[in-house]
Nanobody, 124 residues
Framework: QVQLVESGGGLVQAGGSLRLSCAAS????????MGWFRQAPGKEREFVAA????????YYADSVKGRFTISRDNAKNTVYLQMNSLKPEDTAVYYC?????????????????WGQGTQVTVSS
């Protein structure tokens, strides 16, 4: 089992950047595929990005491709989401999630482990 804690959210102007971090507890972090999801008020939780256990395979939602980068440092038990060229429509609570499978799933139901979320607000 893994416990996840996100950090790095905040308020930023459109066009700005933020880097989210997700720190994991436990000695088996490197065996988990990881994902980032987001949820805006009144909307369903949606897939943002995912990365497999080694970092060799990454996946992105079309809405963030070319602007966001997911990465991981297994030595630090941490996964990151670098967000550039932020838009007001990126405003949401961002969650990291862990999956013992191969990784790359875009469905929240495939991720049994979740952090508490961090708020990202992009002003226009």
């Amino acid at each position: 089992q893994v416990q996840l804690v996100e950090s790095g959210g905040g308020l930023v102007q459109a066009g700005g950047s933020l880097r989210l971090s997700c720190a994991a507890s436990g000695r088996t972090f490197s065996s988990y595929a990881m994902g980032w999801f987001r949820q805006a008020p009144g909307k369903e939780r949606e897939f943002v990005a995912a990365i497999n256990w080694s970092g060799g395979s990454v996946y992105y939602a079309d809405s963030v491709k070319g602007r966001f980068t997911i990465s991981r440092d297994n030595a630090k038990n941490t996964v990151y989401l670098q967000m550039n060229s932020l838009k007001p429509e990126d405003t949401a609570v961002y969650y990291c999630a862990g999956d013992r499978g191969r990784g790359g799933s875009t469905s929240p139901i495939d991720y049994p482990y979740w952090g508490q979320g961090t708020q990202v607000t992009v002003s226009s």
